[in-house]
């Protein structure tokens, strides 16, 4: 088993940044792959961002591309998520997910494990 808890979220102004953690406990961190999904209201959950267990490849949402980047701490079990140049269309509730895999993973349904949601709120 694998818990996941995510925190950082918030209410930010359109252009501003915020940094999303996942704190996971349990089993081997470094073993799992990672990903970042977000869910608006009324909206199915979106793949937002992704890396594999050792870090070395990343892949993200084209609609993140180049404002959002993923990186990982094994050694304190924790992904993070950098978000920059923030837009009220990024507003959702975002989830971390590991997956046991050595491989990028950007289907939500390939997760074995799922943190609770931090909300992030872009204002305009």
């Known amino acids: 088993q694998v818990q996941l808890v995510e925190s950082g979220g918030g209410l930010v102004q359109a252009g501003g940044s915020l940094r999303l953690s996942c704190a996971a406990s349990g089993r081997t961190f470094s073993s799992y792959a990672m990903g970042w999904f977000r869910q608006a209201p009324g909206k199915e959950r979106e793949f937002v961002a992704a890396?594999?267990?050792?870090?070395?490849?990343?892949y993200y949402a084209d609609s993140v591309k180049g404002r959002f980047t993923i990186s990982r701490d094994n050694a304190k079990s924790t992904v993070y998520l950098q978000m920059k140049s923030l837009k009220p269309e990024d507003t959702a509730v975002y989830y971390c997910?590991?997956?046991?895999?050595?491989?990028?993973?950007?289907?939500?349904?390939?997760?074995?494990?799922w943190g609770q949601g931090t909300q992030v709120t872009v204002s305009s």
């Open positions: 997910a590991a997956r046991l895999t050595l491989w990028i993973v950007t289907t939500p349904t390939l997760y074995d494990y």
């Open positions: 890396m594999t267990r050792s870090g070395d490849n990343t």
